[in-house]
């Protein structure tokens, strides 16, 4: 079986604790200040109602965003974008994402948010998947600089919640368009902003252009803007507030990976010091709590694929062996659930915890280029 502490060092594990906090100011959008200026950024399929409520029990997440969802599914009352959009008292603050390109559409689902639990309608303008795209919506809003600011300010006319953008920087490197936008929007009334930065051709491939989101950080007046891209650790978090001067960061992929992330970052940027990494039995009560909380929320069946998706992630942190990876990539029921847990306290109990985790040797695959998932 595989060794759980392999390549672990205490000291590793230590090192974004020394890490100097970034000071910035409380984050406000619109009226509402938010609690900490780290938000989770939305990944579709994942940053689902069951896994916000999980991730908000563990404290530190400044804001939370929906799955994109399709205005138009959302205006006709399609059944997937409805539980897309699915929240409660708890999820709070929330921002419901949506996209389209049809100004009255949008507007119409803007209202509809703003009717059934959106704190912040957020508009997505950086989805690069061709089924948006080919539609003129996600990124390929980037390419149309006009009609996209008229369709931004009929979002803004039709709510009284604050309207928030998410886009890339661009569609390529000849049309980085996010500065010019940024600064368009916040004329209209737009109250935030998410750049993650790369273009839409770049898909997820190569690395972030920091310089590019301090572009967009320095074409706005007053407006925050969250900085996205490739954060999983604190001293990438440090890295990016300091050389962009973005007001807050929102972090996708690093909060599946390590869901502690908010509240470390929190820590350490109110107190310099993010405290510490959770222990395996914390990994492994947080695993089981986003199982419950799918259980609680949808069918067993579909709480078992669901989890399917991401038992490897979890595996990969906890380790606890292939057999039981094997198990958990297969669920087929809570009962099996309940018994893969049992076995793994069993092994976290005959495993002597040396030191911690290192976020920065766990990689999880990512979806390659622009067409090809995200
Ligand atoms: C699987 C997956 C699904 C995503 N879904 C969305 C989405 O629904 N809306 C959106 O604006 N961005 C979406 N994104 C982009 C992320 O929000 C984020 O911008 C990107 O992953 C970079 O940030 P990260 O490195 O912190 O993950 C998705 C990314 C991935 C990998």
Known sequence: MESPNQNVSPEKSGTD??????????????????????????????TNLPFRLVMRRLGGLGLATTDLISARALVLGGGKSLE??????????????????????MAQAAKWCQAHGAHIVDINMGCPVNKVTKGGGGSAMMCQPIDTVALVQKVVEAVSIPVTVKMRLGWDDEQITAPHFAREFEKIGVSGLTIHGRTREQGF?????????????EAVESIPVFGNGDV??????AQMLKETGCSGLAIGRGGLMHPWIFRRLDLWDKTG?????????????????????????????????????????????IRPGKTIQQELVMIQSAKHFASSIQKIEE???SREEKGDWHPAEVDIRLPEGPIAHW
């Open 84 to 105: 897309l959009a699915e929240t409660c008292p708890e999820d709070e603050p929330l921002a419901m994402q949506i996209f389209g390109n049809d100004p009255l559409v």
């Open 205 to 217: 491939r190569g690395g972030v252009n920091v310089d590019g989101i301090k572009r967009v950080v």
């Open 17 to 46: 604790s020394v890490t100097p906090s970034v000071p910035g100011k409380p984050v406000r959008i619109g009226n509402r200040v938010l609690a900490s200026r780290f938000s989770l950024a939305p990944l579709a399929g994942y």
């Open 347 to 349: 092994i976290l109990s």
């Open 232 to 237: 999983k650790t604190i001293p990438e978090a």
């Open 273 to 317: 010091d993010p405290g510490p990494h959770p222990t395996y039995r914390e990994r492994l009560a947080f695993m089981d709590a986003h199982f419950q909380s799918m259980l609680k929320l949808r069918t067993e069946r579909s709480a078992c694929i669901n989890f399917r998706k991401v038992a490897t992630w979890y595996c990969k942190v």
